[in-house]
């Protein structure tokens, strides 16, 4: 074992939990125990990673399933704006708490305005992930990704979504209103949703982004 790594035990979780806390913040330089990924897993703890910044600021990078974690914003701006209020619909059946930055109808808007907003609402740590749309979820994923922390991909299928999770620890799915149905819309999210971060070799990668973003 790398004796410069702080372990993670079962005992940690445990006084996690008995103090009231449900997230556990890493930095990466941790090696977790199988028993205590047990006992996260057992009382739904968010594992956040903290991504050191040059400016000395944090930003948060959840690593498990946002099936389990229920805080979203979402936004669109006028070509997507039905089908943000039908994917509104669909997540709050699954008791997700909606914030939503706009647009409220389908006037003529500019879409970096709601990418923006969705973004900052991340690094502000008052969601946990973003659902952004348009017309063809490229506008909006390239105003996203200039916020430093933000990793938004543009999503177009079902294998798509697993990989920028899985692979790239996104925290932004973007979609295209008028490219994609609604049923096939429903199904990537779905499968978004229910992917997660896997680390290893994909965060020594997700590294040198940071490292690029920093310079």
């Known amino acids: 074992m790398d004796r410069n790594k702080k372990l993670i035990t079962e005992r940690d979780i445990q006084n996690l939990v008995l103090n009231g806390k449900s997230k556990l913040e890493i930095t990466g330089n941790e090696i977790i125990t199988p028993a205590a990924k047990d006992k996260i897993n057992e009382n739904l703890i968010k594992i956040v990673r903290l991504e050191k910044y040059s400016n000395g600021q944090n930003a948060s990078s959840l690593t498990g399933s946002f099936n389990n974690y229920k805080n979203v914003a979402i936004g669109s701006d006028h070509t997507g704006f ?33 990418a923006i907003n969705v973004a900052e609402q991340i690094n502000q740590k ?22 430093r922390g933000i990793r938004a991909a543009t999503c177009y ?11 790239n620890n996104a925290n932004i799915i973007v979609m295209g209103a ?10 990537i999210l779905d499968t978004f949703l229910n992917s997660n971060f896997l680390g290893d070799r994909h965060q020594r990668r997700l590294d040198k982004i ?4 920093n310079n």
């Open 178 to 187: 008028k490219t994609l149905g609604e049923e096939t819309i429903k199904s």
């Open 157 to 167: 299928n079902e294998f798509s979504a697993r990989s920028a999770r899985e692979h």
């Open 82 to 114: 039905a089908m943000k209020e039908l994917i509104k619909k669909v997540l709050t059946d699954k008791g997700y708490q909606i914030t939503d930055v706009g647009t409220v109808d389908e006037k003529s808007c500019d879409y970096p305005d709601f």
């Open 210 to 213: 940071s490292k690029l973003e």
């Open 126 to 147: 008052k969601v946990d992930f973003g659902i952004l749309f348009d017309a063809t979820g490229i506008p909006s994923s390239i105003t996203a990704n200039k916020i």
